[in-house]
């Protein structure tokens, strides 16, 4: 168990449709990290923040938004879904940006 | 950030020492090598990182070479559990992760 944890565990809707992923990270992390993990490949890096702010983009589409509140957990708000956006959803968080990143156990994303 | 070449898949007697190389030639001086594993889709596990000199943890050890070109991996006494993908990550400080296909590690009774 990494600390990090990730609701809801399984996510299943229909093209168009618009989901909240939610992540808390682990206690005194200030960083958080959204990859996306597509069936059979690798992860992709999305998105990540530091203390609230925004840091660092990764391939992220549009159509997808993050934020992270003031008690540093954090959403990703994926819209207008289509069906290649089924995926395995991570969260990562870590005391600071330098420092190793511990995963959550993933949000699965099934849209019809 | 640098690029990494892992063999896409290895087998490994339980018990017996696995050693999973990573390539990173490209690697340049304020770049660390970081190792993370994943089993089946849980969500991937940090093992070791290091910058230049060789490190051990409870997990692993990883040697880097010289000219820090390459890296291995050791698993000292494999498991059936020690089964998983093995990313070897090239990263500078404060950059993201870019995780690359990985090494499949099929750990045999």
């Known amino acids: 168990d990494s600390g990090v944890t990730q609701t809801p565990k399984h996510l299943i809707t229909a093209t168009g449709q618009r989901v909240t992923l939610r992540c808390s990270p682990r206690s005194g992390d200030l960083s958080v990290y959204w990859y996306q993990q597509s069936l059979d490949q690798g992860l992709q890096f999305l998105i990540q923040?530091?203390?609230?702010?925004?840091?660092a983009k990764g391939n992220i589409l549009e159509r997808f938004s993050a934020q992270q509140f003031p008690d540093l957990h954090s959403e990703l708000n994926l819209s207008s879904l289509e069906l290649g956006d089924s995926a395995l959803y991570f969260c990562?968080?870590?005391?600071?940006?330098?420092?190793?990143?511990?995963f959550g156990p993933g949000t699965r994303l099934t849209v019809l | 950030d640098a690029k990494t070449t892992q063999p896409p898949s290895m087998e490994c007697a339980e018990g017996r020492a696995a050693n999973l190389p990573c390539n990173h030639s490209?690697?340049?001086?304020?770049?660390?090598v970081y190792w993370y594993r994943q089993i089946h889709s849980q969500g991937p596990q940090y093992i070791i990182h290091?910058?230049?000199n060789n490190e051990t943890n409870e997990m692993a050890s990883l040697i880097i070479t010289e000219d820090r070109k390459s890296s291995t991996l050791i698993l000292p006494h494999a498991t059936l559990r020690d089964t998983a993908v093995y990313y070897c990550i090239v990263r500078k400080t404060f950059n993201k992760f870019y995780f690359g296909s990985g090494t499949k590690l099929n750990v045999k009774p």
């Open positions: 923040y530091y203390n609230g702010e925004e840091r």
């Open positions: 490209t690697i340049s001086g304020n770049e660390y």
């Open positions: 990562a968080s870590s005391v600071e940006p330098s420092d190793e990143q511990f």
């Open positions: 290091g910058l230049k």
